[in-house]
């Protein structure tokens, strides 16, 4: 049941982070960020990748997991990064995010298709999304949107990923494909991560605080 609740703990972590202490900053975030950047690409790496390419030509495999590079580029466009941590905020813009919004729902969805297989995947989502909904709640609330509009924002993005895991674990038709898919969820966790750990450092400064994040996310994600 853990691995449907997970990513939904994740976005409510966030929002009471935000709501109890009235966090504005995103400087304390950028630890966090790295420490869940490395977590979530050692766990692709340790777990995701080598499955996929034991059921997958080697070629094929690299050609869909260059699609999801490709596609989460694409997500990026709209969402403007904020999957990694960019979330600007413009106050005088009242209009909703749908954009935003889209392309963040899309991307929890996808990141649910491989937790039913590998457990483990559920604690790099887990890790990765509570500094994002910590950032994305920070953008709506800076913003003055209503709550009702911030509660059910964050509601919906909280429900993709267990909806993308329920699918995969219960539409034949799906897990038939399963494996193309997660080649593809590879590209975006590829994407995401790396880019997290290049923007993580300010100027792309020597940083032992970061330098002992990664190398503790990695050991967690090697011995779990």
């Known amino acids: 049941m853990n ?3 997970f990513p939904i ?3 409510l ?3 009471a982070f935000v709501y109890f202490t009235k966090q504005n900053k995103q400087k304390n975030i950028k630890l966090l960020l790295a420490f869940s950047g490395a977590f979530l690409l050692s766990l692709t790496m340790f777990d995701l990748l080598p499955e996929v390419y034991e059921h997958l030509d080697a070629k094929l495999t690299g050609l869909f ?4 590079i490709l596609l989460q580029i694409v997500l990026e466009f709209f969402s403007k990064g904020a999957e990694h941590g960019h979330v600007h905020i413009h106050k005088n813009s009242k209009d909703f995010p749908w954009l935003l919004f889209l392309s963040l729902c899309l991307h929890a969805f996808l990141e649910g298709f491989p937790i039913h297989q590998h457990n483990d995947m559920v604690y790099g ?4 999304k509570i500094p994002i909904a910590i950032l994305i709640t920070t953008y709506l609330v800076q913003s003055d949107f209503k709550t009702l509009q911030i509660i059910s924002f964050l509601t919906l993005f909280g429900i993709m990923t267990p909806l993308g895991t329920i699918i995969s674990n219960n539409v034949s038709m799906v ?5 193309y898919i997660n080649a593809i969820v590879i590209g975006v966790f590829l994407h995401i991560s790396t880019t997290i750990l290049f923007e993580s450092s300010e100027g792309h400064k020597f940083n032992l605080n970061k330098i002992l ?10 011995f779990i």
Request: aromatic fraction near 16%; avoid cysteine; hydrophobic fraction near 60%.
């Open 3 to 5: 691995k449907y609740l």
């Open 9 to 11: 703990y994740a976005v």
């Open 13 to 15: 972590i966030g929002y």
């Open 65 to 68: 997991i260059m699609s999801g």
């Open 125 to 128: 989502v887990l890790v990765h």
């Open 175 to 179: 897990s038939d494909y399963l494996v």
């Open 213 to 222: 994040a990664i190398i503790v996310a990695v050991a967690i994600a090697y």
